[in-house]
């Protein structure tokens, strides 16, 4: 209680101070060093700068602004306090929702200058600013030393700041986890502007909300401590098969990849065009990769002529990897961003995290009845789980998925025009979609592919209680709040 009311004060005082200029505008433009700041009647300026890269949100911030230090971003916290705007962090802008870009909110943008990467090599570390994409994340690695890798997702124009904030899974993560398991320390920005440090053995709550347990809920995030790991032998392949192929082989992938393959290999399954696509990402040699797809049971026969067959890369080269480079021969294709400015077309996705552990053969048909009419503007996207996600519990950080029984479907489908009318066929489509495989799933669902149709209990499971407990103590207040985030009713009065 004593330390509510001095928390109280100090937040009455520094409103004031705030306050002492004379509106939002001239807050945000006496910040030192003028960081670059925009607001609706900049026309285009405002219009790119609004959204990130989910440019059919129908969202309008306040402001959005790009500061470049941790002290301006402290202080654009204040100035959005004491004009009654909710400080809102966005790193790289891709959630699915927009809720990096929120209405009524100055948007604090980390991608174009908190974006910076400082490499330990020798003790496998490096300290990150969240609005560093993953495209560059993994290219100043492999900068600084040929085989450093960190654990995290595959689109290189992902922030790193939501990804870790959701969990972050990528094509090592059978083997060395997710993005947030491989967190040592964080630093954030709080609700008043203060600056908090977490760790394992300092802030320990707070350290395990921050990896997984949703992002711009607990506070802003301004730095990460990453570990990272050498790998010098990466095997990579892309197998196709035509769809018409799949009950022969989905049934055999799915019951082989999450329980029984070696951890050294994570896979991804796509199925979209009237294809099937498998990428596997082996850290090994190809020798010993070859010898485990022979002894998997999946049915190599019947190929299409898309397939790139298992070959040695680099550890960047497994990320340029693909049918633009199936040699792994041009890592510079990795893509990196300095500001993005092409327009990224809105999906509606739905994600189901949590499969019953084995199907039957009238269900493995139910799911090709349903993949092989899909729309051609649809994917679906497998990840097989297991290994690393078998080794921990659900409860070591906020991310809960783990287990054997679990392998993640995201699925989408792309648009180009904003939809309004419920009859809207892609979205009536993805309505009967998730109807249907909702009766092969235990309903958990993963915070990366938010989705305002599910409860956010669904993304915590077990940790949800936990983490009302955390934003309690680190924002009770719910100036950090979004409709899919952890939410506290009552929220403590400002005053
Ligand atoms: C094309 C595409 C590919 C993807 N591929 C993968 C993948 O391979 N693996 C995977 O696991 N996921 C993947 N995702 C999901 C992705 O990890 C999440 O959407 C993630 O939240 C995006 O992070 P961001 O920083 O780009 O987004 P943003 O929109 O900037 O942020 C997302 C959320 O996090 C909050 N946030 C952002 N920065 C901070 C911060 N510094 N401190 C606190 N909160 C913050 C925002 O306020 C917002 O609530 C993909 C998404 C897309 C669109």
Known sequence: MLLTLITINLLVTLTTSFQSVPDFEACLKNIVNSPDVTFPRDGLKYELART???????SFPAAVIYPGTVSEVQQAVKCARAFGYNPVPRSGGHSFEGLSSLGNALVIDFSEKLNKLTVNVQANTATAEPGIRLGNLYTALAQAHPDLMFSAGTCPSVGLGGHVSAGGYGMISRKYGLAADNILSATIVNYNGEIISCSASKNPDLFFALRGGGGGSYGIVVQYELNLFKVPLNAMAKFYWKITEFMTVFPAWYNWATPSAPKELTMQLTIADGYIKLLCHYTGSVSDFQKVLDASGISFQKLDKKTIKPIACSALGSHSFGDSDPKC???????TYTRLTSSVTKETSRSVIEFYESLTEAQFKTFYDIFRVAP????FQFEAFGGYFNEVSETSIAYPHRGNKITSLHYAIKFSTPYVQSTNPDLVWIEQTTRKLNAFSTGAHYEGYVDFNVPA??????NYNKLVTVKKQFDPHGIFSHASGVNLTPLLPLN
């Open 52 to 58: 990130g890269v989910r440019n059919l949100i129908s």
């Open 329 to 335: 021969s041009k890592p510079e294709l990795v893509k």
């Open 376 to 379: 051609s503007n649809a994917f």
């Open 457 to 462: 209990e669904s993304y915590f499971g077990p």
